[in-house]
C-alpha cells in the first residue's frame, strides 16, 4: 500500500497544478515514512511464522528423570532393629572380622564395633524401608569419635537421601546398603 502511494504520488507531483501538488507532497511524506517501516517488517514477520511452525512441527523430546536406586532385597532379613544388628554382625563375622554390639542406649551412633587386624569401624545399622537421612550419618561421625574408630560406616536395607550422600561424601563415611556387607572388608579397606 505505501508502494502505490509513493508511485501515485509521484505521477501527481509531476502532472498536477499546486493544489494537488501539495496534497501528493504529504502523501509522499507519509508513503516515505511507512515504507522503510513495511519493507522492514515484512520479510521478518514470515520468517518468525516458519520457525515457529517448524519448531512446532519437530517432535517433542521427553526428558525423564533418573529414578532413584531401589532399595535392595530384604527378603530373609529380621524386620526387627535389634535383630538387624545381630544379622549384620553374623554376616561380619562370616568374613572374618570380630564383632562387639554396644549397648542400646549411649552408643552415640554405632552399633556394631568390627575389628579385623588394627582395623576398627563402626556401624550404624538402620532397618529402613524408606530413605535414610543426614542424623544416621551424623550419628555414625560422632560414635567414630567417641569409640575412637578409623572407619564409620551406615548399613541400611531402604536408599539414603542426596542430602545424607554429601554429608557422608565430605565427612569421610561410608554408606552402604545389606548387599554391600559381604564387600565391606575390601570397600572400606581400600576407600580409607
Same mark, same amino acid.
Given at each position: 500500500?505505501?508502494?502505490?502511494?509513493?508511485?501515485?504520488?509521484?505521477?501527481? $507531483? $509531476? +502532472?498536477?497544478?499546486?493544489?494537488?501538488?501539495?496534497?501528493? $507532497?504529504?502523501?509522499?511524506?507519509?508513503? +516515505?515514512?511507512?515504507?522503510?517501516?513495511?519493507?522492514?517488517?515484512?520479510p521478518?514477520?514470515?520468517? @518468525?511464522?516458519?520457525?515457529?511452525?517448524? !519448531?512446532?512441527?519437530?517432535?517433542?523430546?521427553v526428558? @525423564? *528423570?533418573?529414578?532413584?536406586?531401589?532399595?535392595?532385597? #530384604?527378603?530373609? =532379613?529380621?524386620?526387627?532393629?535389634?535383630?538387624?544388628?545381630?544379622?549384620?554382625?553374623?554376616?561380619?563375622? !562370616?568374613?572374618?572380622?570380630? #564383632?562387639?554390639?554396644? !549397648?542400646?542406649?549411649?552408643? !552415640?551412633? =554405632?552399633?556394631? =564395633?568390627?575389628?579385623?587386624?588394627? #582395623?576398627?569401624?563402626?556401624?550404624?545399622?538402620?532397618r529402613?524401608?524408606g530413605?535414610?537421612?543426614? *542424623?544416621?550419618?551424623?550419628?555414625?561421625m560422632?560414635?567414630?569419635?567417641?569409640?575412637?574408630?578409623?572407619?564409620?560406616?551406615?548399613?541400611?536395607?531402604?536408599?539414603?537421601?542426596?542430602?545424607?550422600?554429601e554429608?557422608?561424601? *565430605?565427612?569421610?563415611v561410608?554408606?552402604?546398603?545389606?548387599?554391600?556387607?559381604?564387600? =565391606?572388608?575390601? +570397600?572400606?579397606?581400600?576407600?580409607?
Amino acid at each position: 500500500m505505501a508502494l502505490c502511494t509513493l508511485v501515485t504520488g509521484l505521477g501527481v $507531483l $509531476l +502532472l498536477a497544478d499546486l493544489h494537488r501538488q501539495q496534497e501528493a $507532497l504529504v502523501a509522499l511524506g507519509c508513503a +516515505l515514512v511507512l515504507l522503510p517501516s513495511w519493507v522492514l517488517r515484512r520479510p521478518g514477520r514470515r520468517r @518468525r511464522r516458519k520457525t515457529r511452525s517448524r !519448531q512446532r512441527s519437530r517432535p517433542r523430546q521427553v526428558v @525423564r *528423570k533418573p529414578r532413584p536406586p531401589s532399595p535392595p532385597s #530384604t527378603a530373609g =532379613i529380621p524386620d526387627d532393629g535389634h535383630e538387624f544388628e545381630l544379622w549384620v554382625a553374623r554376616r561380619l563375622r !562370616q568374613q572374618g572380622w570380630r #564383632t562387639r554390639l554396644t !549397648q542400646a542406649s549411649g552408643d !552415640q551412633g =554405632i552399633d556394631i =564395633i568390627a575389628t579385623m587386624g588394627h #582395623t576398627k569401624i563402626g556401624i550404624q545399622c538402620k532397618r529402613y524401608k524408606g530413605s535414610v537421612g543426614n *542424623k544416621a550419618v551424623q550419628e555414625a561421625m560422632a560414635g567414630k569419635v567417641f569409640h575412637g574408630l578409623h572407619v564409620a560406616v551406615v548399613v541400611t536395607t531402604g536408599t539414603y537421601t542426596r542430602g545424607a550422600e554429601e554429608l557422608a561424601r *565430605k565427612a569421610g563415611v561410608h554408606l552402604f546398603d545389606v548387599d554391600d556387607i559381604a564387600e =565391606i572388608r575390601r +570397600l572400606v579397606l581400600v576407600g580409607r
